[in-house]
């Protein structure tokens, strides 16, 4: 019986660029040429969803990568230099990072250290939602499809930080730069001491060390793969304070996002529904064509009750008695939700920065324990003053539309009166009585609304206007035309008087001339200074402390994606080592090397080289001698790590034997050789690999065949024991099990007869279709993420 059983195959319809296995879930995300991102269970291999390619996400993937408990998946994009984190269960877009260079690889590592877990600091978290109220959810009415942003995003969202382990995404540049993000949102480290192309990288789980294989060219234009050890021991030095501060400053960075999101709501909830209003009682003004203008023969109307009768004909015969009441009822409403929207969101969002930034400046105070890590205290402070200007500029908002709200009323409730009137219609008499400040009220909604000033219409006193709230909306470094007034302000005739008050730091700024939007970007802009200078003081204290060529690049195969291809990375955190494992085919294509480091730059290691010679009996029978088991000569396509001690491999047979081969290899007897190799620095490794020990191997039975499959790469997951095969021309895939044996041939044949229908249904490009022809198969992906690990840990 051959080893592994085979338990799904699929041909792709565009060429794949990189895949990836979920850490915890049977799930496996693939990337291909067109942008277009699938996610694949184990079973049958049946696709759970797809994300298509889109101007504003991007179009060209360049790496994946999953967050350690696979619930969020990033992937980046090279055409737009953006990196996105995306919700596993719903296929949603959570956050977008926007990075200067392309990202060329990527790595989430969990730091495994116990420090990290800070119980105490779990109780803080506690204690701050207690302190703050819970943040209210976008109306799903308003949500920006430009955002994809939806009802339930935003609880998400703030759900991002997940366990308060400390978990980094590591991205790696084209350009040879690195960045650290903390959970995936916070950059906490930025440097670029990389020599040249990142091809992929792994940091040590006890956040000593990070490596980096990289593609330097020289100036002849010849490639070589290397080896760099970046020395990070002051984020390890630092790591209960670093994930302190990277809690804080997420939570910060989610709130920003969710501030700039409820705003976009605002905006397109005034412009769909004010404007709306404000169209038809410009159509209204502009009707009238008569030299006298609609405010005087308004003026005339609410003074003496009697008007033109242009004006009245206008009012009967295109407003209506209905019309107008209908009107009235919308422009209240509107305001109302407009309202709310400041009140849940804007102020709600407000405080809870101040909160925070408030918590970051009391650790930056603390400077034995956050100087290091570039917290700098004049800076948050600046932060937590724009904040207070923010506030206060909400404040004004909301005052702003509470004057509005009563002059509307005011002036609907009277206007309504009068063509009740011009009908000869009966009156109720709760509308009969008008106070004099009704009438001031409807004196200044003339006034605002219907002005002569001719900064406000293009056309003098032709055009209705209600700008008096819109204006705060604008997104313009102008002044606002209608900035409040303040005149009778006791307390700012007070702050005027007095010099020392004054110039006071604990007074917030209010900016009385500007708009919302522009005091939002002065918040963001002193808030992104403040999260800017811890990544540039700890990228400073990163150092390199291995520098190590390896070998000549061989020319790559055409189309190969690069992700794909030789050197593979791993980090043992039990031993704290990490691995590296690559061919040399032009000098020896039929040998297979490891290179061992320890996380800790300054620990030796014995024996950090070896080799393993691919010349095996594969075939092996315990009856049968050494000299009558068949001899294969094979060579190396691809190597991942399944666990510590153990490779799986694709190997290709020679002229006589041209059939691919899966295979286990395990790494026991290679890592224990006891002859040790001695690395000149000046020369490369390729150049001195005749003193490389080398072992030869006994695979055993932990080997398969792959007929019918010129293949070419593979894809790991050790902890969910499975393997993906990939062909060379890049579109078929097989799924193997690796700790079983195949003992149904039968089902692997019905299996690939259906490959060419999942061929159709890969091509499907509705989402609609594919949710409801998989919707029993989805429903196990939606359930609750406890019920999820419970399940996982009894398939274990």
């Known amino acids: 019986m051959p080893a592994f059983r085979q338990v799904g195959e699929k041909q792709l319809p565009n060429p794949l660029l990189c895949m990836a296995w979920s850490p915890k879930r049977d799930l496996i995300a693939l990337a291909s040429t067109t942008g277009e991102l699938l996610l694949h269970r184990l079973v049958s291999f049946q696709r759970v969803w797809s994300l298509a390619p889109s101007d504003y996400i991007g179009k060209k993937i360049t790496a994946l990568a999953w ?42 590592m969990e730091v495994t250290e116990e420090s990290s877990s800070l119980g105490s600091f779990c109780q803080s978290e506690d204690e701050s939602k207690r302190f703050l109220p819970k943040l209210a959810s976008l109306p799903k009415s308003y949500s920006t499809t430009s955002m994809l942003f939806s009802e339930e995003k935003s609880d998400e969202i703030m759900n991002l930080l997940g366990e308060v382990r400390l978990n980094i995404l590591v991205l790696g540049g084209e350009a040879g730069n690195v960045e650290f993000y903390a959970y995936g949102m916070y950059k906490v480290a930025s440097f ?33 793969i290397c080896f760099v050890q970046l020395d990070t021991g002051p984020l390890s030095d630092c790591l209960p304070e670093l994930t302190r501060m990277a809690r804080k400053f997420t939570h910060i960075s989610t709130l920003l996002q969710y501030l700039h999101l409820s705003l ?40 003496w009750g009697q008007s033109s009768p242009e004006l009245q004909a206008l009012l009967v015969n295109q407003l209506t008695v209905k019309g107008l009441k209908k009107l009235g009822q919308t422009i209240e409403s509107s305001y109302s939700s407009f309202q709310k929207l400041v009140i849940s969101h804007l102020q709600s969002g407000s405080e809870a920065l101040l909160y925070h930034l408030s918590e970051v400046k009391g650790m930056s105070l603390w400077k034995k324990k956050f100087e290091p890590l570039g917290l700098d205290s004049s800076t948050i402070e600046n932060a937590i003053t724009a904040v207070g200007s923010f506030s206060l500029k909400t404040r004004e908002l909301l005052q702003v539309i509470d004057k509005s709200m009563k002059n509307f009323k005011a002036f609907f409730r009277w206007l309504y009166v009068a063509m009740l009137r011009m009908c000869d219609e009966h009156v109720p008499p709760e509308l009969n009585k008008m106070t004099q400040k009704d009438i001031s009220f409807v004196a200044d909604f003339l006034s605002e609304h219907f002005s002569e000033n001719e900064q406000l219409f293009d056309r003098k006193g032709k055009y209705f206007n209600v700008e008096r709230v819109g204006q705060y909306l604008k997104d313009e470094d102008e002044d606002l035309v209608s900035p409040p007034s303040t005149k009778g302000n006791q307390w700012v005739k007070f702050l005027q008087e007095s010099t020392h008050i004054k110039e006071s730091p604990l007074l917030f700024p209010s900016f009385p001339q500007k708009s919302l939007h522009f005091v939002r970007r002065l918040m963001e802009d002193s808030i992104e200074l403040c999260l800017q200078k811890p990544a540039e003081v700890i990228g400073k204290s990163v150092k390199q ?31 704290n080592m ?25 620990r030796h290691i014995p024996s950090c080289v070896t080799s393993m010679d691919l010349n095996q009996h594969l075939d092996v029978a315990d009856s049968e001698s050494v000299e009558t088991r068949p001899h294969h000569v094979y060579s190396c396509l691809d190597a991942r790590f399944y666990s510590d001690d153990m490779l799986t491999v694709v190997l290709q047979g020679g002229e006589e034997n041209g059939h691919s081969v899966l295979a286990q290899l395990p790494l026991a007897s290679a890592l224990k050789c006891e002859s040790e190799f001695s690395w000149n620095p ?32 593979v894809e790991v997951n050790g902890i969910r024991e499975v393997a993906c095969v990939l062909s060379e021309n890049l579109r078929h895939l097989r799924v193997f099990e690796m700790d079983v044996e195949d003992e149904d041939d039968e089902g692997v044949e019905q299996q690939n007869a259906s490959a060419d229908q999942d061929v159709l249904e890969a091509s499907m490009a509705s989402h609609g279709e594919e949710e409801s022809a998989e919707a029993g198969e989805d429903e196990e992906l939606g359930k609750s993420d406890e019920r999820l690990e419970s399940e996982e840990a009894s398939e274990l």
């Open 682 to 713: 000046n020369m490369r490794l390729d150049q001195q690999s005749s003193a490389i020990p080398c072992q030869g191997l006994v695979l055993g039975n932990q080997w398969r065949e792959l007929e019918g499959m010129k293949a070419q790469f």
């Open 545 to 575: 402390a291995v520098f190590l060529p390896l070998y000549a690049a061989p020319p790559s195969p055409e189309n190969a994606p690069t992700l794909l291809q030789l050197p593979a990375l791993w980090n043992d955190k039990k031993a």
């Open 578 to 602: 990490h691995y590296v494992v690559f061919c040399m085919p032009k000098l020896s294509p039929h040998k297979l090397y490891i290179l061992r480091k320890g996380s800790d730059p300054n």
């Open 192 to 224: 670029a001491t990389v020599s040249g192309i990142c091809r992929s990288l792994s940091l040590a789980s006890d956040l000593k060390s990070l490596v980096v294989i990289t593609e330097v060219k020289s100036a002849e234009d010849h490639a070589e």
């Open 67 to 108: 967050r350690p408990d696979g619930k969020i998946l990033a992937f980046s994009l090279g055409d737009t230099k953006q990196v996105v984190l995306c919700g596993v269960e719903k296929a949603e877009i959570l956050h977008v990072l926007h990075v200067q260079n392309l990202v060329s690889c990527m790595h989430w």
């Open 264 to 303: 976009a709501c605002m905006c397109e909830a005034w412009e769909e529904i004010l404007m709306q209003m404000d169209l038809r009682l410009t159509k209204f003004v502009q009707e009238k064509n008569t030299s006298t203008q609609v405010q005087d023969e308004f003026l005339e109307l609410l003074l």
